[in-house]
């Protein structure tokens, strides 16, 4: 079992920034050894990828969020961040932590232009 728990959502205007933390807990097995990720779910559309990064480090970004957003993860803290900035109204969602088929509660993000 593993629990995920998103912090660091809220308002901010086109073009500021946010970060958002994703702080894992429970099985240390499947946390060490599982990518751990970045969804978001707009209104009115389906789940989508945003960032991966693996224990050791390797990243993979959607394309419409590369060069502006950011993942990274602290081991020996077992928490995940996403840093994003020169955010865009069509940022605004709904940002889900995940490690395999585990879900964070999500965290809203709106961006106001």
């Known amino acids: 079992q593993v629990q995920l728990e998103e912090s660091g959502g809220g308002r901010v205007e086109a073009g500021g920034s946010l970060r958002l933390s994703c702080a894992a807990s429970g099985s240390i097995y499947q946390i060490y050894n599982n990518a751990m990720g970045w969804y978001r779910q707009a209104p009115g559309k389906q789940r989508a990828l945003v960032a991966t990064i693996t224990y050791d480090g390797s990243t993979n970004y959607a394309n419409s969020v590369k060069g502006r957003f950011t993942i990274s993860r602290d081991n020996a803290k077992n928490t995940v961040y996403l840093v994003m900035n020169s955010l865009k109204s069509e940022d605004t969602a709904v940002y889900y932590c995940?490690?395999?088929?585990?879900w964070g509660q999500g965290t809203q993000v709106t961006v106001s232009s």
């Open positions: 995940a490690l395999r088929n585990y």
